[in-house]
């Protein structure tokens, strides 16, 4: 199947010639016929799978002939993060540079001064990208106003509810028009998803696009048994044996994040942190850096696993294990895109063993271990008595249960 074939624009046929796409992926061709007739459309596609297109390209071809009033917004895409933000507004305006009509599209996130982007939409915008938080705050200073949207567009949804933003979400929602065309689109559908989707969409098309085997990327996932004591030496030693001109390391909090960076740099590896608590403007610039080669090793949080897109990364290191079979899906995927193989390697520390464990069979995949020369594991793995679903992650038995809490109370009051 061909553009030309899912009832585009002539117009937006002529852009996609322009920038090189050459066949709809699995997405594109199930979801825009069904958006282009107007239908709610419940989207389920992994990371890569070319949702963004399946939903601007018709958004596109909807605004063609209509233009945005003063502060209206006719087209309204939410997203979780400020990388994926940026990332889905240089999408839009490459297929709008190449359109003979102008629209308008802005982009706003939290994490910069809301100044110029309240001058920005002075004029009134057709597309507005936009993390839910920000949008409340240029809402309240009656920036912009959602009621003329014509279509709502929720990317990641279960990023957005995972980050925290059913309330807001619940905001934006009362204020959008009744008629509207709502296009939702997510990885994973865990029951939080679903009753918003629920809620949202009405007489949805539901279009499920699971990876073929020829499809899925070629990612050689490796686990490596090593001490927690080891693993930046063994960081240090794999990155200067593979020789990767760039790799991903993922870790559990800011502070590991600057410390893992701290150490590389002292042993000769240009890195850096990459957190939450960075500002915009560090954050922009250490992503700029990553992708054009002035930055070795990028030491992130799990802030950074979805919404980026970082051409030709080679590895993806897992220092730190994810809380979830979900996000190690969406670290390791950082690696092996647009047709690349890359390879993704996950620290296996005696504590971590019942845990990743957990991630194989959600997976249903068995990674086998290995053992660098050097860094053999010497520490035991703790008795514990059993995990947890992939809900929250982490290993259970750790912390004692109410019922073990109210044993002891029980005790000390008989004593």
Partial sequence: MSFSSLGLAPSLLNAITEIGYLEP?????????????????LGAAQTGSGKTAA????????????????????????????????????????????????????????????NPQMMALRGGTDILIATPGRLLDLIDHNAVKLSQTAMLVLDEADRLLDLGFSEE??????????????????ATFPPAVQKLADTILNQPTRVEVLSAPADQPNIAQRAIEVDVARRTMLLKHLILEHKWPAVMVFVATK????????KLNRNGIHAASFHGELSQGARTETLTDFRSGHLQVLVATDM?????????????????????????THRIGRTGRAGESGVAISFVTAEAEPHFRLIEKRQAQRVPREVVAG???????????????????GIKGKRKSKKDKLREAAAAAGE
């Fill in 55 to 114: 939903f601007a390209l018709p958004l596109l071809h909807a605004l063609l002939d209509k233009r945005g009033s003063q502060r209206q917004v006719h087209g309204l895409i939410l997203v979780p993060t400020r990388e994926l933000a940026a990332q889905v507004a240089d999408s839009v305006r490459t297929l709008v540079s190449h359109l003979p009509t102008t629209l308008k599209v802005q982009v706003v996130f939290g994490g910069v001064s809301i």
């Fill in 375 to 393: 860094f053999e594991r010497t520490d035991e793995a703790p008795v514990v008595s059993a995990v947890t679903d992939t809900v929250n992650g």
């Fill in 255 to 262: 502070y590991a994040s600057d410390h893992v960076a701290d």
């Fill in 169 to 186: 979400l619940n905001r934006i929602l009362e204020l959008l028009p009744q008629q509207r065309q709502n296009l939702f689109f997510s």
């Fill in 25 to 41: 992926t699995a997405i594109q061709r199930a979801a825009i016929p069904a958006i282009l007739r107007g239908e709610d459309v």
């Fill in 304 to 328: 950074a696993a979805r919404g980026i897109d970082i051409a030709r990364l080679p590895a993806v290191v897992n220092y730190d294990l994810p809380r979830s079979a979900v996000d190690y």
